[in-house]
């Protein structure tokens, strides 16, 4: 089995930024893709970012291009999400999540998840 552990989430002001980790433990873990995800209140899960294990193709929502970076630390079995210009409307409960999938950007294509860590974008 795989935990996955997100930290970095806090309360930053509209303008601001945050970085955002995922580790992943208890074994040893291969996985073509690594994604983050995130859940407002009343909304569904929608993707957010995705790189391969790779780290050759990453993909973001039209939403947060040009503002979020994802990247990866093979070596560690890490993944970040640099979330730069955050707006309030970025508030939500965030998901790191892994999938063994070379192409992942669904929910459900993705087997394992973190707690998830809370982000709030004050005005």
């Known amino acids: 089995q795989v935990q996955l552990v997100e930290s970095g989430g806090g309360l930053v002001q509209a303008g601001g930024s945050l970085r955002l980790s995922c580790a992943a433990s208890?074994?040893?873990?291969?996985?073509?893709?690594m994604g983050w995800f995130r859940q407002a209140p009343g909304k569904e899960r929608e993707f957010v970012a995705a790189i391969s294990w790779s780290g050759s193709i990453t993909y973001y929502a039209d939403s947060v291009k040009g503002r979020f970076t994802i990247s990866r630390d093979n070596a560690k079995n890490t993944v970040s999400l640099q979330m730069n210009s955050l707006k309030p409307e970025d508030t939500a409960v965030y998901y790191c999540?892994?999938?063994?999938?070379?192409?992942?950007?669904?929910?459900?294509?993705?087997?394992?998840w973190g707690q998830g860590t809370q982000v709030t974008v004050s005005s």
């Open positions: 999540a892994a999938s063994s999938k070379v192409v992942a950007r669904r929910h459900w294509e993705y087997d394992y």
């Open positions: 208890g074994r040893t873990f291969s996985s073509y893709t």
